[in-house]
């Protein structure tokens, strides 16, 4: 694809619904990071793939929050129980090089998330 | 841990003023630092990447500059235009790392 695709790009939930946000990365990036940034805030770091590994998953604020890329490519970030302060934006980012060595990183349009 | 603080908060000009964003973060250590624009609704676009190594980099009305041992760098915008109009985030990477480490970003509003 030209870039990095999420979907759905809006989701309400009502508190306590699971929700499943996705990503389409750039074909043949192998690094997959995901983003949460709250209104007003910078992104903040939640995860990071290496093709279907997932090497850093330090930023994931509780254990509600879950995500795989069982392929390697599309990745799904799941969100259990959801609370209102997971409202955010959640932002997609892939680059094409791996861990050792830093690749421009490439952000999708994001997936607002509110919860009620 | 590495703080990346961004002034002003929000910015508003008229059209044609030259303006500098600021950024400053609190551990020297980077391996480099960029700017980005962000749109409402819109995903990051990067717009500069300076390696630890520079001092600067140019593109068209944009220079930003990087002093790393004061932990600052600024984003330069020239002749303002409406369509600047937008949020700039600074964001670092660590030595031997891979995530970015964001500012609070500028709002900035170039009016007519």
């Known amino acids: 694809g030209a870039g990095v695709s999420q979907s759905p790009r809006y989701k309400v939930a009502k508190r306590g619904q699971d929700v499943a946000l996705r990503c389409d990365p750039i074909?043949?990036?192998?690094?997959l990071f995901w983003y949460q940034q709250a209104l007003g805030q910078g992104p903040e770091f939640l995860t990071y793939?290496?093709?279907?590994?997932?090497?850093?998953k330090s930023g994931l604020p509780s254990d509600r929050f879950f995500a795989e890329r069982p392929e390697g490519s599309v990745s799904t970030l799941k969100i259990q129980r959801t609370q209102q302060e997971d409202s955010a934006v959640y932002l997609c980012?892939?680059?094409?090089?791996?861990?050792?060595?830093?690749?421009?990183?490439?952000f999708g349009p994001g997936t607002r998330l509110t919860v009620l | 841990k590495q703080e990346v603080t961004q002034i002003p908060a929000a910015l508003s000009v008229p059209e044609g003023e030259n303006l500098v964003l600021n950024c400053s973060f609190t551990d020297s250590a980077i391996y480099n630092l960029q700017w980005f624009r962000q749109d409402p609704g819109k995903g990051l676009t990067s717009l500069l990447l300076i390696q630890s190594s520079q001092r600067e980099q140019t593109s068209g009305r944009l220079n930003a500059s990087l002093d790393k041992s004061s932990g600052r760098s600024t984003l330069y915008i020239a002749a303002s235009q409406p369509g600047d109009s937008a949020t700039y985030l600074c964001a670092v990477i660590m030595d031997s790392s891979y995530k970015l480490i964001f500012g609070s970003g500028t709002r900035l509003l170039v009016r007519p």
């Open positions: 793939f290496q093709n279907e590994a997932q090497l850093d």
């Open positions: 980012a892939s680059s094409l090089g791996v861990l050792s060595s830093y690749n421009e990183q490439f």
């Open positions: 074909s043949g990036h192998v690094s």
